[in-house]
């Protein structure tokens, strides 16, 4: 069990809206009558639990990030972003002045204070290096070639990996300096610290945070807001 850590919230908000058809950072496209980033960024300040919320966008969102959250309690940090997703990861992390970093995805936008504390507590209460979000998969999945449908796959030893995950910031730092060895670059950082050898715990997230990718997740996404959500 570990004792109770600052943590430092960080939100990756650096991705342009290619495959949303945007010519906007795609956390800049309004769902509802807010920005995406701006749902997941308004639950870590109502938490009130982390030291800041930093804040990674392109370098052009900069100055209408910080006067989109200068009303916020949370004291924001606003940094730009990198080339990817792991650079802009890092970039946030050397900014943060908790002992945990809690990295959660600007795209997933209705995430919930319940899983948020729940990450925090499994964390503080586990021996693992890192915790993650994570749903058991339900579909069948196969592998493909081209049109052929390729073996099926054991649904039951897999998990869908999502956001907000929960680590070290000393570890992820360490690994991060090392990330040139890897075989491959990381493409969350549960992957990054499993790659040097750390062992990553889960919890079971939310199907309604889901990631915002497509045209048809905007539309879900404005359904879910049309809710009440």
């Given at each position: 069990?570990?004792?109770?850590?600052?943590?430092?919230?960080?939100?990756?908000?650096?991705?342009?809206?290619?495959?949303?058809?945007?010519?906007?950072?795609?956390?800049?496209?309004?769902?509802?009558?807010?920005?995406?980033?701006?749902?997941?960024?308004?639950?870590?300040?109502?938490?009130?639990?982390?030291?800041?919320?930093?804040?990674?966008?392109?370098?052009?969102?900069?100055?209408?990030?910080?006067?989109?959250?200068?009303?916020?309690?949370?004291?924001?940090?606003?940094?730009?972003?990198?080339?990817?997703?792991?650079?802009?990861?890092?970039?946030?992390?050397?900014?943060?002045?908790?002992?945990?970093?809690?990295?959660?995805?600007?795209?997933?936008?209705?995430?919930?204070?319940?899983?948020?504390?729940?990450?925090?507590?499994?964390?503080?209460?586990?021996?693992?290096?890192?915790?993650?979000?994570?749903?058991p998969v339900?579909?069948?999945?196969?592998?493909?070639?081209?049109?052929?449908?390729?073996?099926?796959?054991?649904?039951?030893?897999?998990?869908?990996?999502?956001?907000?995950?929960?680590?070290?910031?000393?570890?992820?730092?360490?690994?991060?300096?090392?990330?040139?060895?890897?075989?491959?670059?990381?493409?969350?950082?549960?992957?990054?610290?499993?790659n040097f050898?750390?062992?990553?715990?889960?919890?079971?997230?939310?199907?309604?945070?889901?990631?915002?990718?497509?045209?048809?997740?905007?539309?879900?996404?404005?359904?879910?807001?049309?809710?009440?959500?």
């Amino acid at each position: 069990m570990k004792q109770k850590n600052s943590i430092s919230a960080i939100i990756v908000a650096g991705g342009m809206g290619k495959r949303l058809g945007k010519e906007i950072p795609k956390a800049f496209v309004p769902i509802g009558d807010k920005e995406l980033f701006m749902y997941s960024a308004e639950v870590f300040d109502e938490i009130g639990a982390f030291n800041e919320i930093i804040i990674v966008v392109p370098e052009t969102a900069i100055s209408e990030t910080q006067e989109k959250t200068k009303h916020f309690s949370t004291k924001i940090i606003v940094v730009a972003g990198g080339k990817e997703r792991h650079n802009s990861v890092e970039n946030g992390i050397n900014v943060a002045s908790g002992e945990v970093v809690l990295v959660h995805d600007a795209a997933r936008p209705f995430i919930t204070k319940e899983l948020v504390g729940e990450l925090i507590e499994n964390y503080n209460n586990s021996n693992y290096s890192g915790i993650i979000s994570a749903n058991p998969v339900v579909d069948t999945i196969r592998k493909f070639d081209g049109n052929l449908c390729g073996k099926t796959i054991n649904r039951d030893e897999l998990i869908s990996v999502g956001t907000p995950q929960i680590f070290s910031k000393e570890i992820l730092l360490d690994c991060f300096s090392k990330i040139e060895i890897s075989d491959c670059f990381p493409t969350d950082e549960a992957m990054l610290v499993q790659n040097f050898g750390h062992e990553v715990g889960w919890v079971k997230g939310s199907k309604l945070n889901f990631k915002v990718t497509t045209p048809e997740d905007i539309v879900l996404a404005e359904a879910v807001v049309k809710t009440g959500f």
